[in-house]
């Protein structure tokens, strides 16, 4: 049975973790490439690494990370922020990634989402969607971390990306997102609903029952989550036997670990 | 043992690189005919478009060496795409043909309840558990699987593995000394890792 997969994400900026992360037995805590060797280890069922690195000249450092993260850890990378051309997935494909994800680059000209596919299939291409809740009841996406409105309504621009190559949706919530008030059902739930791809709630867990939540009433096919992890206050093990017990379907941990 | 790996320039050859780099298995790529020459196993990894492939291999001239290494039964491990591509054709791409090594088509999932691609961690359910390519795994090993489409093999023989994703599938074959699985090793962690060793080891 295909299970639900649990993603930490890990922000970088020049080659750092943001804000770190509470690993103890971490001689670094904030080598990205460390962290990601981590969560292998407590049997992540992937990684996503978000540059938030404003300058072109540090994309060099994203690079040499996804090179070395791919040489250490064996499962399947995604890598997003600052992509806008088929060159630069090519770029983070080659040092390792399995899959590249877009967000503004594709606001602004769509045709990247199937110029990417074309070139290295559906699978690689991630839409990543901000997307926070307007007055008339729907979502509208935004950009640059939820401070720009486009006139994008959110569940469209879902079906239109998967309509031009996207293979997965990374949806996070901006209304949600830092509050650790659970994961916006609701929208989760509708774009879910909306599109043949696979979906992956983002934005607002604080604790284990809102990743129960967002699989079951969100029917999102994997969630991702930063600060719950990053600080310790659960492991992917921990959060794999929560699912378990509510009868949720999740690679048990310890199958990492048996041979 | 010299272990080459195919370089048609898809996506994530560096993975299988380093996972091989991991089990102390060094390979060598292969970018044309001439680089087999002294090679023991081959490994086809591939993501991407079945058309793509196929073409990016005729244009490197590896199309025929190829059909002749399957001919003569030499190790061979396809991975996803380089599983695909052993079988006649496939629906992708208005039917492109394959490299016809097994008899059988390539097809999509069907959309109407199901998330496609079949992206994730899923169980196998292995059809010969005595098969090496296997020694060392769990009754039921979890591992990644990312595609839209699967073949369906004519002779049930070859299957070595199923999954179940809305349907059942054959995710892994062998025949003689070609083997091939339609998920990742390469990505599958420890248990992947010891599936690329098997290989290399047997």
């Given at each position: 049975m295909l299970t639900k997969r649990i993603i930490p994400c890990l922000d970088v900026t020049d080659g750092r973790v943001v804000k770190g992360t509470q690993f103890v037995d971490l001689r670094d805590a904030g080598d990205p490439v460390e962290c990601a060797m981590e969560y292998e280890r407590q049997g992540a069922d992937e990684l996503v690494f978000l540059d938030i690195t404003a300058s072109s000249d540090a994309r060099r450092t994203m690079v040499d990370v996804v090179e070395e993260t791919a040489r250490q850890c064996h499962m399947p990378l995604t890598v997003g922020g600052g992509i806008r051309t088929v060159d630069d997935m090519r770029t983070m494909l080659l040092a390792g990634a399995d899959k590249v994800s877009v967000n503004t680059a594709a606001i602004n000209r769509p045709e990247v989402i199937a110029e990417g596919a074309r070139a290295f299939g559906v699978q690689c291409i991630v839409l990543a969607i901000d997307a926070k809740r307007n007055d008339s009841g729907s979502w509208t996406v935004y950009t640059h971390g939820g401070r720009n409105p486009t006139d994008l309504d959110a569940i469209e621009w879902a079906k239109r990306g998967e309509a031009l190559g996207a293979g997965e949706i990374l949806l996070t919530s901006m209304d949600a997102d830092g509050t650790k008030d659970g994961y916006d059902l609701e929208l989760t739930r509708t774009v879910s609903e909306a599109v043949n791809i696979p979906v992956i709630a983002s934005g607002g867990v604080g604790t284990l029952q809102h990743l129960a939540d967002g699989l079951?009433?969100?029917?999102?096919d994997a969630v991702l989550a930063a600060s719950i992890f990053h600080f310790g206050e659960y492991t992917i093990a921990e959060s794999k036997a929560f699912l378990h017990d509510q009868g949720i379907a999740v690679r048990p941990a310890q199958a990492v670990a048996t041979c | 043992m010299n272990i080459g790996l195919i370089d048609y320039g898809a996506g994530n050859l560096h993975s299988v690189e380093n996972a091989l780099s991991e089990i102390g298995a060094p390979c060598r790529c292969i970018r044309e005919p001439g680089e087999l020459e002294g090679i023991d196993r081959l490994i086809l990894p591939g993501v991407g478009a079945f058309g793509d492939c196929v073409s990016q291999l005729k244009t490197q001239r590896l199309w025929e060496p190829l059909r002749r290494w399957l001919a003569e039964d030499r190790p061979y491990l396809g991975i996803c795409l380089g599983y695909q591509i052993?079988?006649?054709?496939?629906?992708e791409f208005d039917g492109a043909e394959g490299l016809g090594a097994l008899s059988g088509k390539v097809v999509r999932f069907p959309t109407s309840d199901l998330k496609v691609p079949h992206m994730g961690w899923n169980t196998l359910s292995l059809v010969n558990p005595s098969d090496p390519l296997w020694a060392g795994l769990p009754e039921n090993p979890y591992v990644y699987f990312v595609h839209s489409y699967f073949p369906q093999p004519d002779e049930a023989s070859v299957v070595s593995a199923h999954c179940d994703y809305g349907l059942r599938f054959a995710a892994a074959i062998r025949r003689g000394q070609t083997v091939a699985t339609q998920f990742h090793p390469e990505k599958s962690q420890a248990l992947g890792l010891q599936i690329l060793a098997n290989f290399v080891r047997e």
């Open positions: 079951t009433q969100g029917k999102a | 052993l079988f006649e054709h496939s629906e």
